[in-house]
């Protein structure tokens, strides 16, 4: 069966470092991967999708980018993070064939101070 | 462009009561929809889907859906609410099988008092 991690759970950084969330799925091959963000009363914001390693789109300008260096593992870094970068990161994958269905992580509770 | 409207950021029901979650939805194509669970801290899960044929679809723990084309709607509903329901609730649309993105609402928190 398929698995989805990421780490950490929580995370407590300040403006101005970097940040580096890391998203691995099992269990599967070339899935599609996505980086949302939920803030309060906001729902789910889609940042990132990547169809492939090394095949990033952007949803949004922002502060943040993403990486997938391997098939499985998918990477939301910041060199700088900003207040506004709090809140609630949620990793998902999907079946190449069944795109529409997105299966999600746990997630990341990201607060800056 | 798709939308997705959840009305009703909050829901109260009694235990036992029925829920009725609600969703309409816009889109230029015949729509893939989805309704997802997320518990405190914790990820998205998948509740139940519409993707083609029959328009009343049943999901895990009791709840199920309709699709009604003429209303746009999709809401979800449960006979008898229980505790372990209080969650919060978000209904996602797709513009079918050929798009890689999920479009969500606002979401709708459900409360269930003893």
């Known amino acids: 069966s398929q698995t989805i991690h990421q780490w950490p759970a929580t995370l407590v950084q300040p403006v101005g470092s970097p940040l580096s969330l890391e998203c691995t799925v099992e269990g599967t091959s070339n899935p599609n991967l996505y980086w949302y963000r939920q803030a309060a009363g906001r729902g789910l914001q889609l940042l990132f999708y990547s169809v492939g390693i090394g095949q990033i789109s952007s949803e949004v300008p922002q502060n943040l980018s993403a990486s997938r260096p391997q098939d499985r593992q998918f990477i939301l870094s910041s060199k700088k993070l900003l207040l506004s970068d709090s809140g609630f990161y949620l990793c998902?994958?999907?079946?190449?064939?069944?795109?529409?269905?997105?299966?999600f992580g746990p997630g990341t509770r990201l607060t800056v101070t | 462009a798709q939308s997705v409207t959840q009305l009703g950021s909050h829901v109260s029901v009694s235990e036992g009561a029925l829920v009725l979650l609600r969703c309409n939805y816009s889109s230029s194509v015949p729509p893939y929809l989805f309704w997802y669970v997320q518990y405190p801290n914790q990820g998205l899960q998948l509740l139940l889907k519409?993707?083609?044929?029959?328009?009343l679809v049943k999901g895990i723990n009791g709840f199920e859906a309709e699709f009604k084309k003429s209303e746009t709607s999709f809401h979800l509903t449960k006979p008898s609410a229980h505790m372990s329901d209080a969650a919060e609730y978000f209904c996602?649309?797709?513009?079918?099988?050929?798009?890689?993105?999920?479009?969500f609402g606002t979401g709708t928190r459900l409360q269930v008092f003893p």
């Open positions: 996602a649309v797709s513009e079918g099988r050929n798009t890689d993105k999920l479009i």
């Open positions: 519409y993707t083609t044929g029959a328009t």
């Open positions: 998902a994958w999907s079946r190449l064939a069944e795109r529409y269905e997105q299966y």
